[in-house]
């Protein structure tokens, strides 16, 4: 069972059942280092700002936005299912790495998923218990 992050147009295109969640998805990144034209919302200075801020504004949207809460879910349920997920953006390409690639928002969905679904089983076995 495993995430990987690709670039769109690298591998994204041709593997199987890529998921983008670039920008203007609603799961894209507001943030960005970017100094050129972008459908970002906001402008910060690194890469680790654009990521760290995504995080905060992950999970308040998780908490607030059906709709970008319902991706997640469906995103949830594709890696449940296949045991294999691929997200893609513009940022890297975990399958063929190159010198330049970096850090994505990719990387928190990827993060989120893995650390939930060990939870969600426990969780399901404790409720099971109390009948
Ligand atoms: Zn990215």
């Known amino acids: 069972m495993t995430i990987y992050v690709l670039h ?13 969640i670039g920008r203007p998805h609603v799961l894209g990144n507001p943030f960005t280092h970017l100094e050129k034209d972008t459908l970002a919302q906001y402008k910060v200075d690194t890469v680790e700002q654009a990521i760290d801020e ?27 299912l296949h045991g294999i997920l691929y997200l893609s953006c513009w940022c890297k390409d975990e399958l063929s790495p190159r010198s330049k690639d970096h850090g ?28």
């Open 54 to 80: 995504y995080r905060i504004h992950f999970y308040r949207e998780l908490n607030s936005n059906p709709e970008f809460r319902n991706e997640v879910a469906r995103l949830v349920r594709h890696y449940q």
């Open 8 to 20: 769109h147009k690298r591998s994204g295109l041709t593997a199987d059942g890529v998921q983008y």
């Open 104 to 131: 994505c928002h990719c990387d928190v969905v990827r993060e989120f998923i893995l650390s939930t679904l060990p939870v969600m089983y426990y969780y399901q076995r404790v409720v099971n218990a109390l009948g």
